[in-house]
């Protein structure tokens, strides 16, 4: 069984501050990608990031980054110098290969308020 | 390259009524899968389905809920009856062949809401 685990429900920061989400998840599959996506006020869900299992290194795009640590089970998500465009919830999701396709859990989500 | 349409955006029921929900996949996906999202919380599978095929349905609730998606035309998930708990989000995505893709392309979603 797989589990997204976002303990964060809800932060707050003010503008420019740098702030981190947590996810940590479980499975037993030894091949499976990670995911984060961004669902801002308007509802739709954005793609941020995908990785895979067997890559480990850190991710940077712009003022997000991504640490990805296999012996903790944890991917987290961190933004720096945020933004109040960056106010939305944010969901990380497990995906591994299961029945023939990719099952795809998700966490509850962590809602980033991002105060100016 | 469109992406993944749904329509409509925004639904409102009364109770009894039956909701159809419309998904258009991406060009070149063939499988589609549909989500749940309960308000304050995260989405939920319902279903995975390829064309006119349903893969996995462990997340449908056993009652009043159907899945299809014909070889011709938009995927529709239908709700029968609908009652007050039914009110969520439901997003679409979709993924091409094969079916070891790893990443599926979400819709902006129907927000449902029953009277």
């Known amino acids: 069984a797989q589990k997204v685990t976002q303990a964060q429900t809800e932060i707050s920061v003010v503008e420019k501050e740098d702030v981190t989400l947590d996810c940590v998840y479980e499975t037993r599959d030894t091949t499976y990608y990670l995911f984060w996506y961004k669902q801002p006020p308007s509802g739709e869900l954005v793609f941020l990031i995908r990785r895979n299992s067997f890559d480990e290194q850190n991710e940077i795009s712009g003022r997000y980054s991504w640490n990805f640590q296999k012996s903790t089970s944890s991917f987290n998500f961190t933004i720096t110098a945020s933004q109040v465009v960056d106010s939305a919830v944010y969901f990380c999701?497990?995906?591994?290969?299961?029945?023939?396709?990719?099952?795809?859990?998700f966490g509850i989500g962590t809602k980033l308020q991002v105060i100016p | 390259n469109a992406g993944v349409m749904q329509n409509p955006r925004h639904l409102v029921r009364r109770r009894g009524q039956e909701a159809r929900l419309r998904c258009s996949p991406m060009k070149g996906h063939s499988h589609v899968y549909w989500y749940r999202q309960l308000p304050e919380e995260g989405l939920k599978f319902m279903v995975y389905?390829?064309?006119?095929?349903?893969?996995?349905e462990s997340g449908m609730p056993k009652e009043r809920f159907s899945a299809e998606f014909p070889k011709e035309g938009p995927s529709i998930l239908r709700i029968q009856q609908v009652v007050r708990g039914d009110s969520a989000a439901y997003f679409c995505a979709s993924s091409p062949p094969p079916a070891g893709e790893k990443t599926q392309y979400f819709g902006p979603g129907t927000r449902l809401l029953v009277l």
């Open positions: 999701a497990l995906s591994a290969y299961s029945g023939g396709y990719q099952k795809v859990t």
């Open positions: 389905l390829q064309k006119e095929n349903i893969i996995d």
